[in-house]
């Protein structure tokens, strides 16, 4: 599989206390099977649907105790020269550029707004072996309340292009890498977020049910934050596991409405 062109999602991973916990409620909801875990690599144990690697969860690193968030990876053909990008632009490096064996090279950052999300300049591991499928990464949106810094940085540290949704009464962008759109851009302020959540990227998996996915997450103790709604892209809702990771889930197939009109910015 050639290198994803930079800017493109191609990788999430999550930190859990309960590393078999995560891995029985996500084998049940989203149907993964796990791989032996990587002692050298702090126990990193990658997720498969179909036989194919589509995400990873990590317990914290001794003596750390962070909460439990999904992170996207963003590709990027020179991690240390992205990373110089994010420093220029407002951001902030968190951890890296670091070297992970032959695997590839990675970065933790921050946007301007607080927004967490990792760079990943692919070695051996090339990223998503699935995508767009039931149990696989379908999309993400970067949901801030600071959409204008989101706006500004971005754009500036990966070649996108943007186009806003055009009409309608919320604030929606998407970043485009070769005219093709690769990550969206919610605006929220407001109420739209509770006081204790941060700003953050809701990553997407897919599913073949989102109404029976949702039964068997709120069966295994998740939380359902919005949803399930019909949309023009998929019948979707914003959900959150037991350990308080939050990421969403979309039949893709059940698409209702028109798609909304985009034009550029």
């Not at 103790?221 to 914003?238: E, H, I, K, L, N």
Request: with cysteine; glycine share 14%.
């Amino acid at each position: 599989m050639a290198a994803l062109p930079e800017g493109t999602p191609c990788w999430a991973d999550a930190m859990f206390t309960d590393l078999e916990g995560a891995k029985a409620f996500y084998g049940d909801v989203l149907g993964w099977t796990f791989g032996e875990s990587s002692s050298e690599f702090g126990n990193y144990t990658q997720a498969y649907s179909d036989g194919k690697a589509v995400a990873a969860v990590v317990p914290p690193m001794p003596g750390a105790e962070a909460q439990s968030a999904w992170c996207l990876y963003l590709a990027s053909p020179d991690a240390g020269a992205t990373a110089a990008r994010i420093r220029a632009n407002g951001g902030e490096v968190v951890m890296g550029p670091m070297q992970v064996g032959d695997f590839g090279t990675l970065v933790i950052a921050r946007d301007p707004g607080g927004v967490v999300f990792g760079v990943w300049q692919a070695g051996r591991h090339e990223g998503f072996e699935k995508q767009g499928e039931p149990g696989a990464y379908s999309w993400a949106e970067v949901v801030t309340r600071e959409p204008a810094k989101a706006d500004a940085f971005f754009p500036a540290v990966f070649p996108y292009g943007v186009q806003k949704m055009a009409g309608g009464d919320f604030d929606y962008r998407m970043f485009q890498v070769g005219g093709r759109p690769v990550l969206g851009r919610m605006g929220a302020e407001g109420d739209f977020l509770p006081p204790e959540a941060p700003s953050y990227i809701s990553v997407y998996f897919a599913v073949d049910d989102t109404d029976a996915a949702i039964g068997r997450l709120t069966a295994r103790g998740g939380t359902v934050y919005f949803g399930p709604m019909d949309s023009p892209f998929g019948r979707f809702a914003a959900v959150g596991d037991p350990q308080g990771a939050a990421f969403g889930l979309i039949d893709l197939d059940r698409r209702v409405g028109e798609q909304p009109e985009t034009e550029d910015v």
